[in-house]
Structures are given as structure tokens and as C-alpha cells.
């Protein structure tokens, strides 16, 4: 059996395919300007590095709450056996 769209759906799909090519060249454009900004201002890199560390450090400090908080209040031996704190 052939899975084919139907008609209506075929334009929105490709409707959507369009949409994602929009975005993609936009990120794209945002990337070539962050790297023309970053070549004529290096201490711009050192603080979008340093911004993306402060984030991920956030990130990981607050699932590791949120996994140990979960694993007392569900008392699951496997959950403890891999979250151990």
C-alpha cells in the first residue's frame, strides 16, 4: 500500500517546508552577523562563551533538583539507584 498525501495536504506540507526554509535562513543571517560582530569585537565571544556556561550550569543545577525532589517523593529503587546526591 502507497501512502500519498491528499490534495489538500500536499500544499500544506509544502506550505510547511517553506516555513522551515524561512527560519533556517534567518538563523543562518543571526549566525553571519554574530560572526562579523565576534571578528570585529572578540570580547563578544568570550561573552556569549561565558553566557552559554552561566546557562547550562543553571540548567543542570536545577534537573538535578527537580530529579532528586522527584525520586524521594516517587521512592523508586531504580530511580535511586541512578540519581544519587
Do not use: C
Amino acid at each position: 500500500m502507497i501512502l500519498t498525501p491528499k490534495l489538500g495536504e500536499r500544499e500544506r506540507l509544502k506550505k510547511r517546508s517553506l516555513n522551515k526554509g524561512v527560519w533556517t535562513m534567518i538563523v543562518g543571517i543571526i549566525f553571519i552577523i554574530a560572526g562579523i560582530l565576534i571578528a570585529l569585537y572578540p570580547p563578544l565571544l568570550a561573552l556569549i562563551v561565558a553566557g552559554i556556561l552561566i546557562f547550562s550550569g543553571i540548567s543542570f543545577v536545577t534537573v538535578s533538583y527537580h530529579y532528586k525532589k522527584a525520586s524521594k517523593r516517587l521512592e523508586n529503587p531504580y530511580l535511586d539507584f541512578f540519581i544519587r546526591f
